[in-house]
Each structure stands twice: as C-alpha cells, then as structure tokens.
C-alpha cells in the first residue's frame, strides 16, 4: 500500500485560503467516503478535523473544510490564521481493510 | 472524560525486548477499535495496526507484519505494541488512537518516545 501524494509544503498570508491535495487510487481514496484529515503539530498527539470527506468533528474550526472528486481528496484551510501552521496529513480507509496516510504536508503562514 | 495514556520515555539498545501500553479510561473498551501509528524522526506519520479488544481481531499494515505484536487485555482497558528485538531504526514517536466518535480515529494518547541505540 502505498503512500498518498500531497504537496510538500503549501503557504499563505494571513487571512488567505489554502487548499491541500490529497491524491490516492480506486483502493483507498477513490473506494469509500472515508478520507479524513489530521493537524499535527510535531511532538503532540494529531488532532482531527475532517473526517468521511466533508465532515467536522465537533469543536473544529469552520474554516477547515473538505471535499473529494474521483481519487483525490482536498482539504481547504479559509481565513489563515497564524496558528494554522502545522503538518496536515489526509488519510484513507483502503480495499485491503486497513489505513492508509498521506505523505503530509508541512502549512507555513507567511 | 475519555482518555489514552501511554507509558513513559523508553531508552533501549538494539535488540531488546519492549512492550508500550496505550491505557484507556472513560468508554467501553471492548467496542472500539484501537490503532498505533508512529512517527520517525522529520518523517511522516504511519499506520501500524490495529486491534479490537472486543473479538481481539488484529490487522497489521503490510510494512509493520512480522515486525512487532500489538495486543490488547480487556481486563484492565489497555493495547500494547511490542518488539522482541529491538532495531536503531524502530526510533520513533508512537501514538495509539481510538475510534470513539466518528469512522475514523479521534481521541489519541500522547506519545511514546522509543530511542533505540548502542
């Protein structure tokens, strides 16, 4: 099982939006609504804030949104805030049963 | 309050023996799966495996298979990773998780530090 491809690094201004690519195949990404997404900031637990493709967990900020079209999954950051800046890593439920990360992205608020 | 406790810094030479706990209070243990993902250092985050206390299944991504046992005791609400033989490579940051509240895993312990070195 391979890894899904996300951009390195993605930055913006404050106040900007940001959108983070997720891109897998017809055995993870493409299979179910299961693409979730993860803030981390390294050394702490991850936090999640989008799960099943669009959805937030409750207490999750409305600025983070989700979306997905065939095998890639997006993850949209609006209004940037300076404590934004994290790696975000997307993952997937996978035919074979198991999981499945992305390669993650590193967020850099300019 | 829901909560992963895992156990302390670890700090072992190649070839040890380690097992990690992933302690769990305030849910029903048995009906939710458990997972344990790690983190080598500047690298990105992996899934390992992933226990269900309740039918004591276990599935382990490819990559992990063969390589450590991850385990889960009922009676006292906890996982474990472990290693028989510790390798400098198997340094890492490991993290369990549990699929409490949504299909995909929520509420997470806060890390174990495992050092391996000579």
């Known amino acids: 099982q391979s890894a899904l491809t996300q951009p390195a690094s993605v930055s913006g201004s404050p106040g900007q939006s940001i959108t983070i690519s997720c891109s897998g195949t017809?055995?993870?990404?493409?299979?179910?609504?299961?693409v979730s997404w993860y803030q981390h900031h390294p050394g702490k637990a991850p936090q999640l804030i989008i799960y099943?493709?669009?959805h937030r967990p409750s207490g999750v900020s409305t600025r983070f949104s989700g979306s997905k079209s065939v095998n890639t999954a997006s993850l949209t950051i609006s209004g940037l805030q300076a404590d934004d800046e994290a790696d975000y890593y997307c993952?997937?439920?996978?035919?074979?049963?198991?999981?499945?990360f992305g390669t993650g992205t590193k967020v850099t608020v300019l | 309050e829901v909560q992963l406790v895992q156990s302390g810094v670890e700090v072992k030479k190649p070839g040890d023996f380690l097992k990690i706990s992933c302690k769990t209070s305030g849910y029903i243990f048995p009906n939710y799966w458990i997972a344990w993902m790690r983190q080598m250092p500047g690298k990105g985050l992996e899934w390992m495996g992933f226990?269900?206390?309740?039918?004591?299944?276990?599935r382990y991504i490819p990559s992990f298979q063969g390589q450590v046992t991850i385990s889960a005791d009922r009676s006292i609400s906890t996982a474990y990773l472990q290693w028989s033989s510790l390798k400098a490579s198997d340094t890492a940051l490991y993290y369990c998780g549990a699929s409490l509240t949504t299909p995909t895993f929520d509420t997470w312990g806060q890390g174990t530090l495992v050092t391996v070195s000579s």
């Open positions: 017809a055995s993870d990404v493409g299979a179910y609504n299961y």
């Open positions: 099943s493709v669009d």
């Open positions: 993952t997937s439920h996978t035919t074979s049963g198991t999981h499945v």
């Open positions: 226990v269900h206390p309740g039918n004591s299944e276990i």
